[in-house]
């Protein structure tokens, strides 16, 4: 219990079930069965999002990455066109991936190979991206995404959304243990607490940063995909306004903003959270407003108590030195 | 301890003297042929582009965005950012219309215009400063709280017909010049007197460049970390004001954009997020661009969705261009 992430995932565990209570307070409707389905589709876009940009975080830099809501909607446009040009659809979903890796490596090498600070590289790119995927498209919609193809967001497969069995817990489990378990992970996590160290004891930091940038737009390709499936439809504005809500998802789940500390599990439960409270709301027909100011609080305390309980964690260490 | 300090020291030092100095001075060049590059295109495809009438108007759009910018090249040079001056000029904007409604005089509307933006700035300086949340995640935080404030007070309906006594602030003639320039004029002159010819300037780099060590020597960090938040967000309320004073209407989705444009600007024109860099002449052509491409688009028949295009891909080149003469300046 003393160990701080430990304690970030009571912490949001507890939180989850508030909002559920809260939820089942506020609308008659919200608990049922259907509920669950219905939440978990919002689930996974967000979900995925807030992966990579926790991963980009806790190799620190300090890394961030603003252009994957941008990557999602230039890939989703991508991956329809080159259906409507007669390409495969699956072929031109592997090729959708391949190019949100090729975006994520423009902005791998501004900041990994440049070293612009991410926080300008990947603004640079998302104004770019997302005024092209505006640009190419007049903002008009691409469609004509076939039936068979919806059954990956649109299906359900016990109660649960398909793309949650396909996608989301498969990266999430991945990724899980690919932190936990792996040397790359302890080398994520080595390059997010002390760059320096890390570097001294063979850690190649910047090639690591690089190869997570790139994962970055490949996994923002993945929900180009899945938005693709649930819309039958390539948005231009897709993924707009989920730079921030991923960021605010990763941080609210425990990433630290310089890196080094975080979880993915923390993403999933952050992702839980803001979900539950959207769908809460939106049944008990209550403004979205209130939705906003509650991740906007959340967001600023959870930091705040964490500074807290790292302060404390800190005097009990010197305590115990002397 | 020490030697992560003194190397700490030294490296803000080379940031702040060596790189800088021919950077910046490179970088105000480097924006002025864009921006005669981006006049020459634009001027050979219209020739309506440089009429008197048509380069007010660029000026008159550019007002808010400028003097929001002033205090963001403040709070950037600081070593901060602030992604909520949107909210900021959004919850200012509809105090300021709610208050018209009420048929409060310009002489109340306005200080609660402007006390309304230098109140949230404060706010979010304090939340940074106290609890040592870093920048982007607290103003964050209050981007989603202002928004939801907003969405409270306005209530999904549009706040039209306010009255134009202010108007004559922007739209209005002053010495046979429009009158934002003048709005533009006063405001960077301050800010450029507060940065640059002052001890609370002095302190503001001072922080920029190496925040421990300006700790260590006596700087009073917080309070003036608060002031810069504050100092910003006052800004962001007179935007508010001159926002209303222009188009006399609040809308749902005011402030969306000023944020991303603001620090875009401010990159442009040569800070530096890490801090204790950053120019006000080059930022206010960081505007100034933005804003003529957004015109320029319009009047050659481009549509006007190929603006972001190009401010992303200007602040590609322009980021590329500098770290390539950092690396070989070191």
Known sequence: MNDPLTQRMVFLTGLLVLAGVA???????????????????????????????????????PGIDLSVGATMSLVGLAIAAMFGAGVPLLLACAAGLVIGGLLG????????????????????????????ALALTGGAPIGGIPDWFAGLAQGRFLGIPVHMWVVFV?????????????????????????????????????RLRFGLYCLSGVIAGLAAIMTLSWFQAARPDAGEGMELLSVTVAVLGGAHIFGGIGRISGTVLAVLIVTTLQVALQLANISQAW?????????????????????????????AAS | MWTTLTS???????????????????REVLLLIALGVLVAIFASQSEFFLSERNLTTILRNSVDLAVVCAGMTIVIILGGIDVSVGGIVAVSAVLIGRAYQYDMPDMVVVPIGLAAGAALGAMNGAIIAKSRVPPIVATLGTMYIFIAVLFLVIGGVWISGLPNTLSFLVLGELFGLPSGLFVIGAIYGLSWLMLRRTPWGQRVVAIGCDEHAARLVGIRVDRTKIQAYALLGLFAGLAAVLYVARLRNVEVNIGTNIALEAIAATILGGANIRGGIGSLLGTLMGVLFIKMTQNGLVLIGVSSLWETVVIGGLLIVVLVLDALETRRTS
């Not at chain 1, 996590?189 to 320096?196: Q, V």
């Open chain 1, 291 to 319: 939705q906003l100011a509650a991740i906007g609080v959340l967001l600023i305390c959870s930091v705040m108590a964490d500074n807290a309980v790292g302060d404390r964690l800190r005097a009990a260490a010197r305590r």
């Open chain 2, 8 to 26: 700490e020291a030294s490296d803000a030092r080379n940031r702040a003297s060596v790189i800088s100095r021919p950077i910046r001075i490179g």
């Open chain 1, 170 to 206: 498969p990266l999430a489990v991945v990724l899980h243990v690919m932190l936990s378990r792996t040397r790359i992970g302890s080398h994520i996590y080595a390059a997010g607490n002390d760059e320096r160290a890390a570097f001294l004891s063979g850690v190649k930091v910047w």
């Open chain 1, 23 to 61: 939820g089942a307070l506020l609308s008659p409707h919200f608990l049922q069965g259907s509920t669950v389905g219905y939440l978990l589709q919002y689930v996974p876009v967000l979900g995925v999002l807030g992966m990579a940009q926790t991963l980009v975080m806790l190799s620190g830099g």
């Open chain 1, 105 to 132: 490596a423009v902005n791998a090498v501004l900041v990994c190979v440049l070293k612009v600070p991410s926080l300008m590289g990947t603004l640079a790119t998302f104004f770019a991206y997302s005024g092209l």
